[in-house]
């Protein structure tokens, strides 16, 4: 009866057994091809995918080749190695300043050659379409490099001088000015000393990024000449030979600000009883007036005679304003009066006098408990004595003498 309704279609090939009708037979077709596709997009995929890996590892090795210029290149071309980039970085921006054809011919040349990861910070001269190998020689040649400016502990903005009138010491400002030189494309071209004096002494203070708890003393300074004394902190700066005088003035002091701020200011002043920027002054003293090992214990002198309202009677102090290097003093330059004689004027000079660095900072926050009053370079290395009455210092101070001290 089931036939007759025509309900199933079947076709009997065995005694017993039904064969699958016409639309099942197509779903497994169905099944089957998508099964085809999907193992035929599988291998596609895998293709792809071992083609990226063979092309990055091509990339990496070197293996399939690279661009590269042929030569030493031509004209000039500066470039600036960041703080802490890699070969790859240095690479690429040589690429895309278009002194190299490739990253790559320049990191395969680097390969070779140990020297490479010795590259520092700082700005270099180089050439446009150069080959890698040449680049690489180019940067580790010490000529390339352009615009250090190497700020030691204690100097002064303004050149010192000797008793004949020559310069005895070169301040940062001549240093600055010289550093900044460059030749490209074969003309030399500098910020000069006056251009850098007038931006010192004229510029916006907010346009030279001043820190804000030196503004108030700068301000303040009773010479423009003198205004920034102090703020330009100990280190290696690297100047671009492409800036104005007052970018190149700006920049060294951003970086002066963070390298003061790593160093505690303004926070290491606050338990001192001193404004950060008279805390600045003091390590500026300490600086001129001992070295390291005696940087605590000058600093004591110094805070003990401030307590009591002493006059400091530095010779620095006298021969910052005088604008000589000489360690001590005759008796009718210390009856000049002036903001910076110490010997007639009671408290701290309105500016700092040299330019501290850290240690200096450090002293002034950590001075030795102990009640001196006085002190003196006693021996040839620059160690002075301390006392604690005026008699014992002055037997010092005469024995010295006799010894040749200074």
């Known amino acids: 009866m089931g036939d007759n309704l025509g309900m199933v279609d079947q076709e009997t090939d065995e005694p017993g057994r039904t064969s699958r009708t016409p639309v099942l037979r197509d779903k497994a077709h169905t099944r089957r091809r998508r099964r085809v596709i999907t193992l035929i997009a599988g291998a596609v995929m895998l293709g792809l995918v071992a083609a990226g890996a063979v092309y990055g590892i091509r990339q990496f090795t070197g293996i399939g080749g690279?661009?590269?210029?042929?030569?030493?290149?031509t004209g000039s071309v500066v470039i600036e190695v960041a703080d802490g980039a890699s070969l790859g970085q240095i690479a690429q921006t040589m690429a895309d300043e278009g002194v190299i054809a490739s990253g790559r011919a320049f990191t395969s040349a680097a390969e070779s050659n140990p020297a490479a990861t010795g590259i520092q910070p700082g700005f270099y001269l180089l050439r446009s379409?150069?080959?890698?190998?040449?680049?690489?020689?180019?940067?580790?040649?010490?000529?390339?490099?352009?615009?250090?400016?190497?700020?030691?502990?204690?100097?002064?903005l303004h050149d010192t001088m000797a008793g004949d009138g020559s310069v005895q010491s070169k301040g940062i400002i001549t240093i600055l000015a010289e550093a900044s030189c460059a030749e490209l494309d074969g003309v030399e071209q500098c910020v000069s000393i006056d251009e850098l004096w007038d931006v010192a002494e004229n510029t916006d203070l907010a346009e030279l990024d001043v820190p804000s708890w030196a503004a108030s003393g700068v301000q303040a300074a009773p010479e423009p000449r003198r205004r920034l004394e102090g703020l330009i902190a100990p280190g290696l700066y690297h100047l671009n030979p492409s800036w104005s005088a007052e970018e190149l003035l700006a920049e060294v002091l951003a970086v002066s600000a963070a390298r003061l701020e790593a160093a505690g200011m303004p926070g290491i002043s606050d338990d001192s009883g001193f404004t950060p920027y008279e805390f600045l002054i003091l390590a500026s003293l300490v600086e001129k007036e001992g070295i390291e090992s005696d940087f605590s214990s000058v600093a004591t002198v110094l805070l003990n005679r401030l307590q009591i309202d002493d006059r400091l009677r530095l010779d620095s102090t006298v021969n910052y304003f005088a604008g000589t290097g000489s360690i001590r003093t005759d008796r009718d330059v210390r009856l000049i009066d002036n903001p910076y004689n110490t010997y007639m004027r009671h408290g701290l000079p309105p500016t700092p006098v040299s330019s501290p660095h850290t240690?200096?900072?450090?002293?002034?926050?950590?001075?030795?408990?102990?009640?001196?009053?006085?002190?003196?370079?006693?021996?040839?290395?620059g160690?002075?004595?301390?006392?604690?009455?005026?008699?014992?210092?002055?037997?010092?101070?005469?024995?010295?003498?006799?010894r040749g001290v200074w």
């Open 383 to 402: 160690t002075s004595c301390f006392n604690y009455t005026f008699e014992e210092h002055d037997a010092d101070r005469l024995d010295a003498q006799e």
């Open 66 to 73: 690279y661009d590269d210029y042929a030569g030493e290149g």
């Open 359 to 381: 240690p200096a900072l450090e002293a002034v926050a950590n001075p030795v408990d102990e009640e001196w009053m006085y002190f003196v370079k006693c021996e040839t290395d």
């Open 129 to 156: 379409e150069m080959s890698g190998e040449a680049a690489l020689n180019r940067i580790l040649d010490e000529e390339a490099r352009l615009g250090q400016a190497d700020v030691q502990g204690g100097m002064l």
